[in-house]
């Protein structure tokens, strides 16, 4: 359980939490694919680190090695606990719920994180509610050891939440923390604890969207479309700008919703939270959901024939303009 205070509220009673700096143990779940540490969890081990005590990594796959050794090297890791078995090959939330809640079991860690990326939001519920303790969702602040801070309302609030569980599992915002850099000594590692069952669920197929531009949540520039792009022809228009800053593609819920692009591409709420150098909103209105997503990004260009949109509210630069013509005629500056 958790109490709750809300920015410019009165404040309320908060109960004691059982963990201090002094006895604080993190165990920081590992994400990554083909051999490869995923970005956001390097910012959710500057978090770990945040809270003043050790930080264990768990890395589970079927071939693990080459992550093992890369994680080793991250500085504010103490030490690695290796899961080594064909049935983490597929990342089935299942399986590593079940490992983080031995692994916690075994080394009586006092807190269990990870981003709060896909890979993030699917396990950790699952392991605090094996723990049967409440999960701490997106933060992107600690303030203490059992003090946190995260936004509800699509953003337009700021939560301050105090944790009385002994075992807090926490996701964290990507965006809100720096990534972890590398250290000069390796941390040891050894196997993590056996886990007995295994088989909750069956890994059937995976369909992946190759592409040679950057990963949507880490890029460092993004070019976003909306229902304004009116049809997923149209966004070849923005693959054409992309091409020319390496940007990834991304779009409104809007857009994911008329079919025009994968909901891969996603940006808001309840889609991928990014932050990157620059970003550009095309025919992208600026919805509550969408502004949640994005709103943190460095710069903001927005390109919208209506002047009324709310993104440029919060634009850093703002054309009123036809898409279709202000596009083609930028990409041919670039």
Known sequence: MFALRRAALPTMSLARGYASSGNVSAL????????????????????????????????????????????SKLAGVSKVLVAKDAAFAHTLPESHASLLVETQKKHGFTHLIAAHS???????PRAAALLDVAQISDITAIEGADTFVRPIYAGNAIATVKSNDSI???????????????????????????????DQSEFVSEHMQKSDRPELDSATRVIAGGRGM????????????????????????AAVDAGYVDNSLQIGQTGK?????????????????????MKDSKTIVAINKDPEAPIFQ????????????AVPELTKKL
């Open 230 to 253: 009116k049809s997923g022809e149209n966004f070849g228009l923005l693959y054409d700008m992309a091409d020319k800053i390496g940007a990834a593609v991304g779009a409104s819920r």
């Open 28 to 71: 920081l779940l590992v994400e990554h694919k083909d051999n490869k540490i995923a970005a956001s969890t390097l910012n959710a081990l500057t978090a770990a680190s945040g809270l003043g005590g050790s930080v264990t990594a768990l890395v589970a796959g079927s071939a693990p090695d080459t992550v093992v050794a890369e994680v």
């Open 314 to 325: 919060v634009a850093d630069y703002g054309l009123v303009a036809d898409l279709f013509t």
């Open 273 to 293: 939270i990014v932050a990157p150098e620059l970003y550009v909103a095309v025919g992208i209105s600026g919805a509550i959901q969408h502004l949640a997503g």
């Open 168 to 198: 807090k599992v926490i996701t964290v915002r990507g965006t809100a923390f720096p990534a972890a850099g590398h250290q000069d000594a390796a941390a040891p590692h050894e196997d993590a604890p056996a886990v007995g069952q295994k």
């Open 118 to 124: 896909a890979f993030g939001k699917n396990v950790l």
